[in-house]
């Protein structure tokens, strides 16, 4: 999930670390946050040792000192992501990710057609102890994990769906989607065989970010248009 986690889930490469390079994309800036459109195949933070070192968070840094962490999303997704440039406002949006008071969607290509056209997905998420960081669904330990989506275009080998994650588990949309017989396209996790492997990336992509700002409290929101 692509989305915030609980725990920061260990970082796991089928292959080595090799994050992209290019300039920082900036969607917006004020006093209170930044906005930026993070590539695929960064880390939102650091990793456990100097070769995992680069990342977002890191980047960021870089060229605004100030800024503080408030959210992640999974190496392997791309999109928007806020960060506070004041601990104020570090404070005010890490409230609203906690109370669910935020509203994100994101863009993906599934494995086949998706159908009905619509739908949610309410499956509660554990971690797959065995084989972490993937999760599993687990209706026993589980926590709840919510889902929404809708088929934007479909053919007989894949579907264009948004999805709308009511809930921050780790994976989330990536094990709901598998939940559904639809794995997303790329996964090195979920997805098996050509739905892995004939994919140069994760197709999934964090398109908009809606809260209320540090500042006053209005609704804001921020988009960054898919690559893919």
Known sequence: M?????????????????????????????????????PAGLLSVP????????????????????ALLVHRLDRDTSGVMVFALTPHAQRHLGLQFENRQTKKTYVARVEGRLAPESGTVDLPLAVDWPNRP?????????????TDWRVLRANETESRVRLSPKTGRSHQL????????HPILGDPFYAEGAARDDHPRLMLHSETLQF?????????????????
């Open 174 to 181: 990536r094990v709901h989607m598998l939940a559904l017989g």
């Open 2 to 38: 692509s989305q915030t986690p609980d725990t920061p889930p260990s970082p796991d490469f089928g292959s080595a670390y090799d994050p992209p390079m290019g300039p920082l994309v900036v969607v917006h800036e004020d006093h209170e946050l930044l906005i930026v459109d993070k």
């Open 134 to 146: 993937r999760q599993r669904v687990d209706h026993e330990n589980g926590r709840q994990a919510v």
């Open 47 to 66: 990793g456990k040792g100097a070769h995992l070192a680069d990342c977002l968070l890191s980047r960021v840094q870089e060229a605004f000192p100030t």
């Open 212 to 228: 209320r700002h540090p500042d006053g409290g209005r609704g804001v929101r921020f988009r960054a248009k898919a690559p893919f």
